[in-house]
């Protein structure tokens, strides 16, 4: 099977087929990749799926370092935006995890249009502040742990129409003097507050 056959394939595997892939199984596969595919392998399954795939048995017990994005989303009111998740009780800003090759206006591009359906333009993100550190640790059910570097955005220029995947249980407007107790991300929005200080 040549090699974009193999991708192709993957491709057309479900999340939890691609997430059950053995590490015997991936190792087959990367070994016959150039470069370029294995970057393109790591962007069909994700690239921190596709990191811990490689960990084989030790997947889920070694912290990780996880660059990604985060966005201040404002409306009208001054409202912020926040996602209550569908893999813990917990409320956060849209974002996620940054993807081999991009650019970090890219990934919170990508991110907030997969979470939100909002559209989002390069020129109306506005960058808050590199987060990272002790603050930015995260626990997940599976046993993960990262910790996440996170380039925060300010967003109050978008379109489209507010829609959720399965990754959010409901999404929110809220005044910041009103936000929900069990936050997934207070330290992002502590930095906003004191941002919003500033300006």
């Known amino acids: 099977m040549k090699n974009q056959e193999i991708l192709n394939k993957i491709r ?13 199984e991936l190792t087959d596969i990367i070994k016959q990749l150039t470069e370029e595919e294995i970057i393109e392998l790591s962007s069909i399954i994700g690239y921190p799926v596709f990191i811990r795939l490689c960990m084989g048995e030790l997947k889920h017990k070694i912290p990780i370092l996880q660059d990604g994005a985060a966005a201040i989303i404002v409306n009208e009111k001054r409202q912020i ?17 940054q993807e081999a090759g991009e650019s970090f206006e890219e990934t919170i591009i990508r991110e907030v249009k997969e979470e939100t359906n909002l ?6 993100l506005q960058f808050i502040k590199a987060v990272s550190g002790k603050t930015r640790k995260n626990s997940y059910p599976n046993g993960d742990i990262v910790f996440n570097n996170t380039m925060l955005f300010y967003i109050d ?10 990754e959010s249980k409901e999404m929110r407007f809220f005044d ?21 200080k500033r300006r």
């Open 12 to 24: 057309n595997l479900s999340v939890q087929e691609q997430r059950n892939l053995s590490y015997e």
């Open 81 to 97: 935006l926040l996602q209550s998740r569908a893999d813990r009780d917990q409320w956060g800003l849209p974002g996620g995890c």
């Open 119 to 124: 559209d989002v333009r390069e020129e109306d």
């Open 157 to 166: 220029q978008y379109s489209g129409e507010l829609k959720w995947d399965k």
């Open 176 to 196: 910041l003097e009103d936000l929900p107790q069990n936050q997934n991300d207070p330290d992002l929005i502590d930095i906003y507050k004191n941002y919003i």
